[in-house]
């Protein structure tokens, strides 16, 4: 029987929502606890292992007590072998490590974790490029190339992998930012290493790229459009990143850089706002004359899923498909080569109505249809 190793990061993502940008350290997590963070690792774990499931018989999952991966396969229906239970009550990155440093050695075929930059980081450092792994997104930041583009496609080749029917593998890279300086507006990230990852394009995602020159001349065109088409009385939600942000500085607000902020025209009216806050400004203002102003993660693709939790299926649902502006330059299209952009919001039924083709404003009164895919 092949040996599928599993862990999961409880406390992944939780900060998302609330707007933290990362749930790295005890503080962060209580604080996150405090503003109604609920976990959503488990949940995004099990989805995937509903898709391994379907090889029970032919798969024994090992795994960590409790919530680290118990819990989880038994709610799939997998029987596990349980390695070790961690001692205290939330989990630590020392854990990770231990769990990855043992599945190793109990020879697992493959590693499924469950978690984010900081997870993968954990994984790599305990069992470097010599166990094939691979990961189910759930936090709030994902750099790394390590992760499937979704949890079920994560399920998915998993079990291809396990099953053979995926044999080639290859080197992905292992990014972690600072969240201190994140908070701070500050982007500093760091190559850690390489995991071996199954070979699968249409499932894994690529790592981050950066703006160029070009896309800096292209920013322009595009703020003066908007400024051109922003209806005074609208609220507008001003999603994540320095494309976002570039426009923001074009158009005078003071926004954030990592943050959602919110207009009423060109107005600030709320910067770095959770998704509670949005929920309440759409309550008193009226959800049917907002927008939400996303843009496209270079070379993955993303418009929601990372880096914007608090754009949630809730916040989407209640604006509407209609109501989402995509910005992007033609240059970060063109670098997608063709492959669709792409939407993982935690929530299947939001994922399915965001999919299909999608206006993608690229200039001064320019526009051009992208498909999304989930």
């Keep these: 029987m092949k040996k599928l190793g599993l862990i999961v990061n409880p406390i992944a993502g939780m900060g998302g929502r609330c707007g933290l940008k990362g749930t790295d350290g005890a503080e962060i997590l209580a604080q996150a606890c405090a ?11 099990l989805t995937a292992l509903q898709q391994v499931a379907k090889l029970a018989d ?21 029987d596990a072998r349980i390695l070790f239970t961690p001692d ?40 470097g490029d010599d166990v094939v792994c ?22 998915e080749l998993a079990a291809l992998y396990l099953q053979g029917k995926v044999k080639a593998t290859g080197r992905a890279e292992v990014m972690d930012i600072d969240e ?11 190559l850690y290493g390489y995991l071996t990852v199954p070979r699968d394009a249409a499932r894994v995602q690529g790592g981050k790229a950066g703006r160029t020159q070009k896309d800096e001349q292209a920013l322009d065109e595009i703020a003066y459009y908007l400024f ?30 990592l943050g959602v902020d919110v207009t009423r025209g060109r107005e600030l009216i709320a910067k770095d706002v959770t998704e509670r806050q949005i929920l309440e400004l759409l309550e008193a203002e009226g959800g049917d004359k907002a927008k939400i102003v996303v843009t496209v993660i270079g070379g993955q693709g993303y ?18 498909r209609e109501n989402i502006l995509v910005v992007a330059t033609k240059q970060k299209i063109a670098a997608l080569g063709g492959r669709p952009l792409l939407v993982d919001t935690g929530s299947e039924e939001t994922n399915a109505l965001l999919t299909g083709y999608m206006r993608v404003i690229t200039g001064y009164s320019e526009q051009i249809a992208v498909r999304v895919s989930a």
Excluded at 35 to 45: K, T
Excluded at 228 to 253: A, M
């Design 303 to 320: 418009i929601f899923g990372r880096g914007n939790q608090q754009l949630s299926p809730r916040v989407i649902e209640k604006v509407g």
């Design 180 to 190: 201190d300086a994140f908070r701070e507006g500050r982007v500093s990230a760091e």
């Design 88 to 127: 205290g009550r939330a989990t630590t990155s020392e854990d990770t490590r231990r769990a990855a440093a043992e599945l190793a050695a109990h020879g697992v075929d493959l590693i499924l974790f469950a978690g984010g930059d900081g997870t993968a980081r954990d994984v790599y450092a305990a069992v």
């Design 35 to 45: 503003l109604g963070a609920v976990p959503e690792a488990p949940d995004r774990a």
């Design 228 to 257: 051109d088409v922003i209806e005074p009385d609208s609220l507008y939600i001003l999603g994540t990143g320095s494309t976002v942000f570039g426009l923001k500085e074009r158009l005078g607000v003071d926004g954030t850089l």
């Design 134 to 155: 691979l990961g189910i997104p759930a936090g709030c930041k994902i750099h790394s190339g390590v992760y499937a583009i979704n949890p079920r496609n994560a399920g």
């Design 58 to 78: 032919d798969v024994e999952v090992v795994t960590v007590g409790g919530d680290m991966g118990a819990k989880e396969a038994d709610a799939a229906g997998l």
